[in-house]
């Protein structure tokens, strides 16, 4: 989507290296979630950040957004070949009306392991 | 396994043919949530369904429409088809409204 900005679009890095995937918005964010795609196939929830400075982590994978809420990184430590796939930031730009969700994604970064 | 069920999971049509994708949230997901994803747009936010009523609208085209029924299954349905409707259509679905979807296998949809 537009209000969503990935970077960058494609990477591949060697296995066992560290990379940083950025995800942008030109607005302040609600609620930013990660997601993760094998090519093909539906999309996985990875996590979601709401607090500004907030930091999760799930194995080797770690997520940060930024105080002003308007920018979050996906971090991987010690890639491996399980970690390839399309990695997806979303954003509910907020309808504030019950029951509404309107979650939507960045383009995506497409990420390849080389052994 | 996320829970979700779409169906069919592939399906090869003609310009101007009507098709409908069908897709069964999780049990007890009163959300559903379509999406369109294609090279070229990535995964576009197209409707959001809660409990049988819409919720929310995004760049769904004119030519499509879809609906939640009581049981909370749901369909989308494309009319008058074109060729850049090809793509894969996700159906995904939550309990309420956390962030955390649920998402289908999907659905490919090729117009010849």
């Known amino acids: 989507s537009q209000e969503l900005e990935q970077s960058p679009q494609s990477l591949i890095v060697q296995e066992g290296k560290n990379l940083t995937i950025n995800c942008t918005s030109s607005?302040?964010?609600?609620?930013l979630y990660w997601y993760k795609q094998k090519y093909g196939e539906g999309l996985i929830f990875l996590m979601m950040?709401?607090?500004?400075?907030e930091e999760k982590s799930h194995e080797k994978i770690t997520a940060k957004l930024d105080e002003k809420k308007q920018q979050s990184s996906l971090h991987i430590t010690a890639s491996q070949p399980s970690h390839a796939g399309i990695y997806l930031c979303?954003?509910?730009?907020?309808?504030?009306?019950?029951?509404?969700?309107?979650?939507?994604f960045g383009q995506g970064t497409r990420l390849t392991i080389n052994p | 396994d996320s829970g979700v069920t779409q169906t069919p999971k592939h399906l090869i049509t003609a310009t101007g043919q009507r098709v409908t994708l069908r897709c069964s949230p999780r049990?007890?997901?009163?959300?559903v949530y379509w999406y369109q994803q294609s090279l070229d747009q990535g995964l576009q936010f197209l409707i959001q369904?809660?409990?049988?009523?819409?919720?929310a609208k995004g760049n769904i085209l004119e030519r499509f429409s879809a609906q939640q029924f009581p049981d909370l299954h749901s369909e989308l349905n494309l009319s008058s088809l074109e060729l850049g409707d090809s793509a894969l259509y996700f159906c995904?679905?939550?309990?309420?409204?956390?962030?955390?979807?649920?998402f289908g296998e999907g659905s490919r949809l090729t117009v010849l």
């Open positions: 369904y809660y409990n049988g009523e819409e919720r």
């Open positions: 049990s007890g997901d009163l959300s």
């Open positions: 979303g954003a509910d730009i907020g309808l504030l009306i019950q029951g509404a969700q309107k979650l939507v």
């Open positions: 995904a679905s939550s309990v309420r409204y956390t962030g955390e979807l649920f």
């Open positions: 950040l709401q607090k500004g400075g």
């Open positions: 607005k302040t964010l609600y609620g």
